[in-house]
């Protein structure tokens, strides 16, 4: 094994340590949130007007409060509130899920995204591009389209934007939608749980967010979040399943590298190992914060003399590059399986990675990670996203191999609109929190952009479930799908 050299991974380890929070663990932020918390960040706000229809009645609210109650968020407000035509009121309601060109209502909607511009200053590729210009985007399409107004509802979007590494400023996003804002509903970027949490459990309002979660906070949060993601439980379910269809655990002696918020994880992973006749012969715990941990350090020595050949990481990709790092330096050359853990499997972190370990190694994806690179068809679903981005923003998008984490991102703000509207749809002309969370429990095998299939349950708002092999190459520094997608626990 060729010794690492100083500057290869060393540069890459900078770079991981500032897009650490970005990189880290899904359930960094998992945690109970306080009971009264002070906003620290004021949400940007857009300058464009909901209401671009025929009908003029929205204007007057997009001013102040809109049209929504700030005690009940979901209550019909009169035309006369909104400055509408009184005559507005003797229309026929449309069937739910109807299009049309009356303005009745308009809902406010909070998006929160992360704040990635000091990360962006090292390299573009880890820019997330202007989420309120690909919202933006997808609501003029809509207009354009006629698919707003639905059931006589438009749709206002107010903006929250954090850092990812600062718990109090996700608070005060939720604090801010909340009691400043009065939203009806909440969609979030990638590590915004801590915030997720704060408004579903603490106001009682919907949140569709990007990150899958521990098991025990959909339970405190309950019926308020959903997750496009697996839970972190789910998708070790189904690494386990998937590697052990491989022959990939046979006669290995596995170890695994934790971080210690990922508790619940960790034992379904055990239980799951167990039900495949394995077990782990040994871990280690790390408290790193996204940034990397000491235990960094000496994980590779210990697998070493546990005689650990198999390693699972459920860490940050900044811990996830020491730990190559190491290997490289000691000549550990453990197998490797990489699957959908702390935003690790993207073409833009992976590149991060010192390289020698990982040529050639196959993956758990549960979204279109590798598609373009194999030269897959893209789904109309996605085409459509660009499409309309191109034509509201005049830039121009490539979907290329590999893929950069703008476009990532405006195909993850196509499918978070996407479920949105389909909640509204189902939530019938006078929505409320609880017609909306109903409606969404009602989705089935709804296409995304970005991900597979979606389906959410009374029993389970967690989403993806289903996986596919990729390939990592170092000669296009990308992934490249492999196959159909499938759920390996059927």
């Not at 507005?88 to 069937?95: C, G, L, V, W």
């Not at 189904?238 to 170890?255: H, S, T």
């Not at 699972?312 to 490797?336: C, H």
């Amino acid at each position: 094994m060729i010794p690492v050299k100083a500057k290869s991974w060393i540069a890459a380890l900078l770079l991981m340590m500032l897009i650490a929070a970005a990189c880290s663990s899904d359930n960094d932020d998992d945690a109970a949130v306080p009971a009264d918390a002070a906003p620290t960040t004021a949400p940007a706000r857009p300058d464009d007007d909901p209401a671009n229809t025929e009908d003029d009645s929205a204007d007057d609210s997009s001013a102040g409060d809109g049209t929504v109650d700030s005690d009940s968020r979901g209550d019909d407000v009169q035309p006369g509130d909104s400055g509408a035509d009184g005559d507005q009121t003797d229309s026929a309601e449309p069937e739910p899920g109807e299009p049309t060109n009356e303005v009745t209502q308009v809902l406010k909607i909070g998006y929160a995204y992360p704040d990635v511009a000091a990360f962006a200053v090292l390299h573009d590729k880890f820019s997330i591009g202007d989420p309120e210009i690909q919202a933006a985007s997808v609501l003029q399409g809509w207009r354009r389209d006629g698919i707003l107004p639905v059931n006589g509802i438009d749709i206002e979007i107010v903006y929250g934007k954090y850092n990812i590494l600062s718990s109090d400023d996700k608070i005060g996003v939720c604090t801010q939608f909340a009691e400043d804002d009065n939203v009806f509903a909440v969609i979030a970027g990638r590590d915004f749980q801590v915030g997720s949490e704060c408004l579903a459990a603490r106001f009682g309002i919907p949140v569709i967010d990007s990150s899958g979660l521990a098991p025990s906070t959909y339970q405190r949060t309950a019926p308020w979040l959903f997750t496009v993601r697996a839970s972190e439980a789910q998708v070790l379910e189904r690494f386990v399943a998937w590697a052990d269809e491989r022959g990939a655990l046979d006669g290995k002696r596995i170890g695994v590298f934790w971080d210690t918020r990922s508790e619940e994880a960790v034992d379904q992973l055990r239980v799951s190992l167990a039900a495949v006749g394995q077990e782990i012969a040994s871990d280690l715990p790390s408290d790193g914060e996204g940034i990397g941990s000491p235990q960094d350090q000496i994980v590779v020595q210990r697998f070493v003399s546990d005689d650990v050949d198999f390693a699972i990481l459920l860490v940050s990709t900044s811990s996830v590059t020491n730990f190559l790092a190491s290997a490289e330096s000691q000549g550990y050359e453990p197998d490797l399986l990489a699957f959908e853990w702390a935003n690790q499997l993207t073409d833009v972190s992976t590149q991060s990675y010192p390289q020698l370990l990982i040529d050639g190694m196959e993956a758990m994806a549960m979204g279109r990670l590798g598609e373009i690179a194999a030269g897959f068809d893209q789904p109309p679903q996605a085409l459509r996203c660009i499409e309309n981005y191109e034509a509201y923003s005049g830039e121009e998008v490539s979907l290329v191999s590999p893929e950069s984490g703008e476009t990532i991102q405006t195909l993850f703000t196509c499918d978070l609109m996407a479920l949105l509207l389909e909640g509204l749809k189902g939530a019938g002309p006078s929505p409320s929190p609880e017609s909306f969370v109903a409606a969404l429990e009602t989705v089935t095998d709804f296409p995304l952009s970005l991900w597979g299939n979606l389906t959410w349950t009374p029993d389970d708002h967690a989403g993806i479930e289903q996986v596919r092999t990729v390939v990592w190459s170092t000669t296009c520094e990308c992934w490249t799908a492999q196959g159909e997608f499938s759920d390996p626990l059927d």
